[in-house]
Every structure is written in C-alpha cells, then in structure tokens.
C-alpha cells in the first residue's frame, strides 16, 4: 500500500463486541477517513477527523488521531452481524493550490460479526 | 439524497479492447475523483478533476485518459486494455469548500471490468 499499514488485517468477534481496527500512515496530512465496504461493493464514508482533532465521535464509532505517531485507530461498539465489512482508513495530503485531495488507502481490515 | 452514478455496472471487454466508464456526481459537486481497486487490494487514486479542469495524477497508465465535461460528469477512457486492468473502478465527487479540497469524498457505486 502507498499508504501504510493497516492491524489487524482481519477481526472476527462476536455480535455485542467492541472492534479496533488501527491505520498507520507515512506523510503529513490534512484529515483522515475512514470507510467502509461490503464485498465488492462501493465505499461509504463513515467519519472524518482532521488533523488538528484528536478525538471524534458518530454513533457508534470512535476515532483516535495520533498525528505525533501517524496512527489513527477506529472503534465501533456494540457491534452487529450488518458491520461485517472492509473498513479503510484513507488520507487526503497536506498540500497547496489545487492538487490535493485525494486520499491515499490503506490495506483495509476484513471485519465479520458472527450473530 | 442523489448519489454518485455510475455506469456501466459491469463491463466484459477482451484484451486490446476499448472501454469507456462514466460518472455522474452528486449534483453542484465540482470536483470529481477516479480509483482503481484490484482484487483484494486497497483503492488506488488514477485521476481528479475540478470544474473540469484535471488537477491532479496519480498512477494512471498512458492508455488511459479522461475529462470532466460541461455539466460535470467525467469519463474514463481505457485502451488496449490487458489483463491487469480488470479492476472495480470508482469514481467518487467532491464539493469545493473555502478554497480547500479537504472536504468528503462521495463515492459511486463502482464499475466491475473484466478482461478477457
């Protein structure tokens, strides 16, 4: 990945539980995001945090930032069978005049709830 | 709420073949993003445009091209396509806020190309 890393690769909990999945990434940043994806489907934007926050909340989900060690991590509670999915953490650059934007993935973490 | 459109869904082409994808952002979005997503891989950034203009590339082949045009949607043009390309693409639009392009990223629902 251009990005970084993403731990666990892979989660399997039970339904009830909290999950964490942990995102790394290399070069300065803007903000950081997090999506989500069902097999081989589109992605959907979960949260947004930008660098100068630390902490953010949406429900049932939790967002470090860490821009000191260029982690974030990301935590749902209470976790339900539909959570099982893909979830990336993706990066838009700090960066001037009008190219940036874009986001840079990680690998993913492949999260299944088991009922 | 309208939602990026992408078409086609599904596209079989065979090797040397010619593909077109297109992308419909969320209406008064101006900017317009494509990813490239191989099997089990992350999302890889190809090319964006704002307000029709490309701004910024990434790691896109010189057999690809593409443009935004006058109401906004974007095509992707692939040529002699390989193997290699086959591929979910995603386009996903953006709005431009305070002069900054930091803002989220909607994304369609992806086309699924298959080479042959």
């Known amino acids: 990945s251009q990005q970084g890393e993403e731990d666990p690769q892979a989660l399997s909990i039970q339904e009830g539980e909290n999950a964490t999945m942990n995102c790394s990434y290399k070069?300065?940043?803007?903000?950081l995001q997090w999506y989500r994806q069902n097999s081989g489907r589109g992605l959907v934007h979960l949260i947004l945090i930008r660098s100068n926050e630390r902490e953010k909340h949406s429900g049932r989900l939790r967002v470090t930032l860490d821009t000191s060690k260029k982690s974030s991590s990301l935590l749902i509670t209470a976790s339900r069978a539909a959570d099982t999915a893909s979830y990336f953490c993706a990066t838009v650059g700090q960066g001037g005049g009008t190219s940036y934007g874009k986001l840079t993935f990680g690998q993913g973490t492949i999260l299944t709830v088991h009922p | 709420a309208a939602g990026v459109i992408q078409s086609p869904r599904h596209l079989i082409k065979e090797k040397r073949e010619t593909a077109t994808l297109k992308c419909y952002p969320i209406p008064r979005h101006d900017t317009v993003y494509w990813y490239q997503q191989g099997p089990g891989q992350d999302p890889q950034f190809l090319i964006s445009?704002?307000?029709?203009?490309?701004?910024d590339k990434g790691s896109i082949p010189d057999r690809f091209s593409a443009q935004q045009f006058s109401d906004y949607h974007s095509e992707l043009n692939m040529s002699s396509l390989e193997l290699g390309d086959s591929a979910l693409y995603f386009c996903a639009s953006s709005s431009r806020t305070s002069g900054s392009f930091t803002d989220t990223q909607y994304f369609g629902p992806g086309t699924r190309l298959t080479v042959l």
């Open positions: 070069t300065s940043i803007n903000n």
């Open positions: 445009f704002y307000e029709k203009m490309q701004s």
